[in-house]
């Protein structure tokens, strides 16, 4: 079992960045491919990105695509998400997920429900 917790998140003016981080616990974080996703309100869960066990294969909503980068540190148990150029109808509450594979894979995953575990998510609000 993995427990994630998410930081970073606040409150940024259009056009600018931040950086989320989603630490994980536990020896096998190496073992799981992970995911950001965001919930605006009164709006579906959404995916935003998602990287591969190693790091070496990612993906990207194309709403994001181009302006968030996600990556991932295992010897820190970290996966980060960095936010640029933001928009405000990026604001939404930002969760990351971890899948788990069994074997040593390149997947990546984007819809939600192909995720095991979830972080209790970060607000971020872009003013205009």
């Known amino acids: 079992q993995v427990q994630l917790v998410e930081s970073g998140g606040g409150l940024v003016q259009a056009g600018g960045s931040l950086r989320l981080s989603c630490a994980a616990s536990g020896r096998t974080f190496s073992s799981y491919a992970m995911g950001w996703f965001r919930q605006a309100p009164g709006k579906e869960r959404e995916f935003v990105a998602a990287i591969s066990q190693s790091g070496g294969s990612t993906y990207y909503a194309d709403s994001v695509k181009g302006r968030f980068t996600i990556s991932r540190d295992n010897a820190k148990n970290t996966v980060y998400l960095q936010m640029n150029s933001l928009k405000p109808e990026d604001t939404a509450v930002y969760y990351c997920?971890?899948?788990?594979?069994?074997?040593?894979?390149?997947?990546?995953?984007?819809?939600?429900?192909?995720?095991?575990?979830w972080g209790q998510g970060t607000q971020v609000t872009v003013s205009s």
């Open positions: 997920a971890a899948k788990y594979d069994k074997y040593v894979t390149t997947f990546y995953y984007a819809r939600g429900n192909e995720y095991d575990y």
